[in-house]
């Protein structure tokens, strides 16, 4: 993935707060996304991913602060910035008695400049070249999905926004959807902001993670940041964890992470490990398997909002 931001943003957050009477949904939020990156926005329940990503995309105005597209300001500049976004906030709606083709040039008339070499570019974007005169009806839901990222993308937007864009897709479409994503940010660096509630697929989907929880940023990182890769959990099932976790203490200076009776875990980088075998085998602890612990993204997401589940 792509790890190298541009230096400009291509969206700002500056201190966005929005009231429903008196009460404060989204709290103060201040972040930044790039070009070339595929950001993920993550919260649980009710957090205010939805509201923000509104707000974003216009479809909501802020209480406080502002939000810039590439520069030019949600508040003063509309127009300039919304032609520098492309989004799906809810599941995109096509006309299915017509083709696919024929939804994109219905599209297209409502903004100029956009030909037919670039309706057929998006196509081959998204893999639906061999699909895209057939009616819409007879489209499974990925593929649907696919010919609404296409839309979004017909006037060169520098971000796109896809609101929970893994909706009903089944394992392959989720798959495909992913690799269009990459694709997108690597190949025509555009800024894809993705909210979802598939945490094992925003791990392998994302670059950098934003976490909201009650309306407040809690961090903005990388994946590998967030889950503190580099440095791991491994587990050494023993014949006696109490005497194990001594002897390492005694002889490494290593506290266990968690002891059982017949296991101990150890935060360790990996090339430790057999120093910790080797240590255990001379002091006649029995070791019957090593197994490296990794802690998912929903793991370490459950972990900083409190076991709050995501959506």
Do not use: W
């Not at 989004?87 to 030909?115: C, D, W």
């Not at 895209?132 to 009806?137: D, L, M, R, S, T």
């Not at 902001?193 to 989907?205: I, N, T």
């Amino acid at each position: 993935m792509n790890t190298e931001p541009q230096k400009q943003p291509a969206v700002k957050l500056e201190h966005v707060t929005k009231k429903f009477g008196s009460k404060t949904v989204i709290d103060d939020l201040s972040f930044e996304i790039y070009g070339g990156e595929v950001f993920g926005f993550l919260g649980p329940n009710g957090a205010g991913k939805t509201t923000t990503i509104r707000m974003i995309v216009g479809l909501m105005r802020m209480t406080k602060g502002n939000i810039f597209i590439q520069g030019h300001s949600v508040k003063s500049e509309f127009k300039q910035a919304m032609r520098q976004v492309g989004a799906i906030v809810e599941n995109p709606e096509m006309y299915k008695f017509l083709t696919g083709y024929q939804n994109l040039v219905h599209y297209a008339r409502m903004i100029p400049g956009i030909s037919k070499e670039r309706i057929m570019e998006v196509v081959k974007l998204v893999d639906l070249e061999d699909r895209i005169h057939e009616k819409v009806k007879k489209y499974s839901l990925g593929m649907r999905q696919r010919l609404g990222v296409a839309q979004a993308l017909l006037h060169h937007p520098s971000v796109l926004i896809l609101d929970e864009p893994t909706n009903g897709l089944d394992p392959q479409g989720i798959h495909d959807l992913r690799n269009y994503l990459h694709e997108l940010s690597r190949k025509e660096g555009v800024a894809v902001v993705v909210s979802s509630h598939l945490l094992s697929e925003m791990q392998l989907m994302c670059d950098r993670i934003g976490i909201i929880k009650k309306g407040k940023l809690i961090g903005v990182e990388t994946v590998s940041d967030f889950m503190g890769e580099g440095e791991g959990k491994v587990r050494f099932t023993v014949d006696d964890g109490q005497s194990a976790a001594q002897i390492v203490k005694q002889k490494l200076s290593l506290d266990a992470a968690s002891i059982e009776s017949d296991a101990i875990e150890l935060a360790i980088e990996h090339e430790k490990i057999p120093v910790v075998v080797d240590t255990l085998v001379v002091s006649q602890v029995k070791i019957y398997g090593v197994v490296s612990v990794t802690q998912s993204l929903e793991d370490r997401f459950l972990e900083v909002t409190g076991g709050k589940s995501v959506g």
